[in-house]
């Protein structure tokens, strides 16, 4: 009996969870010749495992979802597993290990997000942009709130060095 995960006479699908990519990502995939299945706004265990099964696919790209066991066990072509963010925290990774099926994660691929956002938050907190902008709204910014501190001569440390800190 052939294995399926190794026949190389089949064409590879992959399934993206979620509603599309990048047009550049999407087309080095079509471009290598695969074809690509989305599972749109429908990303529960269930709807990933049966489009899975339904396709046969030989790898997912996860944008949103959970992966278990279940959505590991739908095709019996599955070869990797690719989380378009960094962390492995909707994949279950001891299952994936278990059926030796690779786990990719895209290491800093949101880190300038994040610390855009980081720098974002950390002003707002610290010129008490919520409850000014509340104040206001509700027509009583004079006097109600006391002010905030400036930002000269105050000191910001980073911890840590992975890609968000840097």
Same mark, same amino acid.
């Given at each position: 009996? =052939?294995?399926?995960?190794?026949? &190389?006479?089949?064409?590879?699908? /992959?399934?993206?969870?979620?509603?599309? $990519?990048? &047009? +550049?990502?999407?087309? $080095?995939?079509?471009?290598?010749?695969?074809? /690509?299945?989305?599972?749109?706004?429908?990303?529960?265990?269930?709807?990933?495992?049966?489009?899975?099964?339904?396709? +046969?696919?030989? !790898?997912?790209?996860?944008?949103?979802?959970?992966?278990?066991? !279940?959505? $590991?066990?739908?095709?019996?072509?599955?070869?990797?597993?690719? =989380?378009?963010?960094?962390?492995?925290?909707?994949?279950?990774?001891?299952?994936?290990?278990?059926?030796?099926?690779? /786990?990719?994660?895209?290491?800093?691929? =949101? &880190?300038?997000?994040?610390?855009?956002? &980081?720098?974002?938050?950390?002003?707002?907190?610290?010129?008490?942009?919520?409850?000014?902008?509340?104040?206001?709204?509700?027509?009583?910014?004079?006097?109600?709130? !006391?002010?905030?501190?400036?930002?000269?001569?105050?000191?910001?440390?980073?911890?840590?060095?992975?890609?968000?800190?840097?």
């Amino acid at each position: 009996m =052939n294995d399926p995960r190794s026949d &190389a006479v089949l064409e590879e699908s /992959v399934l993206v969870t979620g509603e599309a $990519l990048d &047009a +550049q990502a999407h087309r $080095l995939l079509l471009d290598a010749g695969l074809r /690509v299945h989305f599972t749109g706004s429908s990303t529960g265990p269930g709807e990933i495992a049966a489009r899975a099964s339904r396709e +046969q696919v030989g !790898a997912i790209i996860v944008r949103s979802g959970t992966i278990d066991e !279940a959505v $590991l066990r739908a095709s019996e072509r599955m070869r990797v597993i690719a =989380n378009h963010g960094a962390g492995y925290d909707a994949i279950d990774v001891e299952a994936a290990t278990r059926r030796r099926i690779p /786990v990719f994660v895209a290491y800093g691929r =949101n &880190a300038r997000s994040v610390a855009e956002l &980081a720098l974002a938050m950390i002003v707002s907190l610290h010129k008490r942009l919520i409850p000014f902008d509340r104040s206001v709204r509700e027509g009583r910014w004079r006097g109600s709130i !006391a002010l905030p501190t400036e930002f000269s001569e105050k000191t910001l440390g980073i911890v840590g060095f992975g890609p968000t800190g840097r």
